[in-house]
């Protein structure tokens, strides 16, 4: 009875530990793969915060073992900063019920054609799939109202931008498209895992005022259109 009481008493102490495991024993490790200079961590490793990590701002992350022995999507999280605000279901190869609302002028980007514009970009997914840094499957959508919001700045404005987000051979990809006022905006994007990413958009519209505008971006006019095309590094 004492030798079951004792291996009783040990696992329980065993469990205690895992269950209060401090969140910030795992900091270090996420500070090395993402190259963040510092962070700072509480709570557990079941429920805890990041905070200030740079451009997700604080981070909420729960993690469910009932869920990870189900095969369902183990770890909930939530980031808040002035920038952005994520929240969803992750596993290491799959996001499931992904919110993301990004404000663009703060948006962390390469582009300086970015800098100081108003409106956000949105993005669901209900899920997205990746090995390898290939992307699997995916189904979600993205919008855009950033061609609206900077109207009396441009003196132009261009509608809202939706479409649906795929994977194609490896890639997300994305077609947008805008209609309004007779103006027609088509934008088809690919990002690839590594971080390569390409864009090409067509403007067809007859504000006069889209041609004082559009150049300013990169575009060409052809005929009676305007486009872009474009490779680069997104990450």
Not at 25 to 37: A, L, T
Not at 118 to 126: A, P, R, S, T
Not at 141 to 153: P, R
Request: net charge negative; hydrophobic share 40%; aromatic share 12%.
């Amino acid at each position: 009875m004492n030798k079951l009481y004792i291996l009783f008493a040990f696992l329980g102490c065993i469990l205690a530990l895992v269950l209060h495991v401090p969140l910030a024993w795992f900091s270090n490790g996420v500070i090395q793969k993402y190259s963040f200079e510092k962070i700072d961590a509480s709570g557990t490793l079941w429920e805890g915060h990041l905070w200030n990590l740079q451009d997700l701002g604080n981070v909420h992350i729960k993690l469910d073992i009932k869920n990870y022995l189900e095969k369902k999507l183990p770890i909930s999280f939530k980031t808040i900063s002035s920038s952005m605000i994520i929240s969803g279901d992750a596993s290491q190869t799959q996001f499931k019920n992904i919110n993301f609302i990004g404000q663009m002028s703060k948006l962390p980007s390469r582009d300086g054609r970015l800098q100081d514009l108003k409106g956000q970009v949105v993005i669901n997914f209900d899920e997205f799939f990746w090995e390898e840094q290939v992307c699997i499957s995916s189904k979600g959508d993205f919008s855009t109202n950033f061609l609206m919001k900077n109207a009396l700045k441009w003196n132009w404005a261009g509608p809202l931008l939706s479409g649906q987000i795929t994977c194609d051979n490896g890639e997300i990809v994305s077609r947008l498209i805008g209609e309004e006022d007779n103006q027609t905006i088509t934008a088809d994007i690919r990002l690839s895992l590594n971080g390569n990413y390409s864009l090409k958009v067509r403007v067809e519209t007859l504000d006069p005022y889209a041609d004082l505008v559009l150049p300013l971006f990169g575009f060409e006019k052809v005929d009676s259109d305007y486009r872009l095309s474009e490779q680069g590094t997104w990450l």
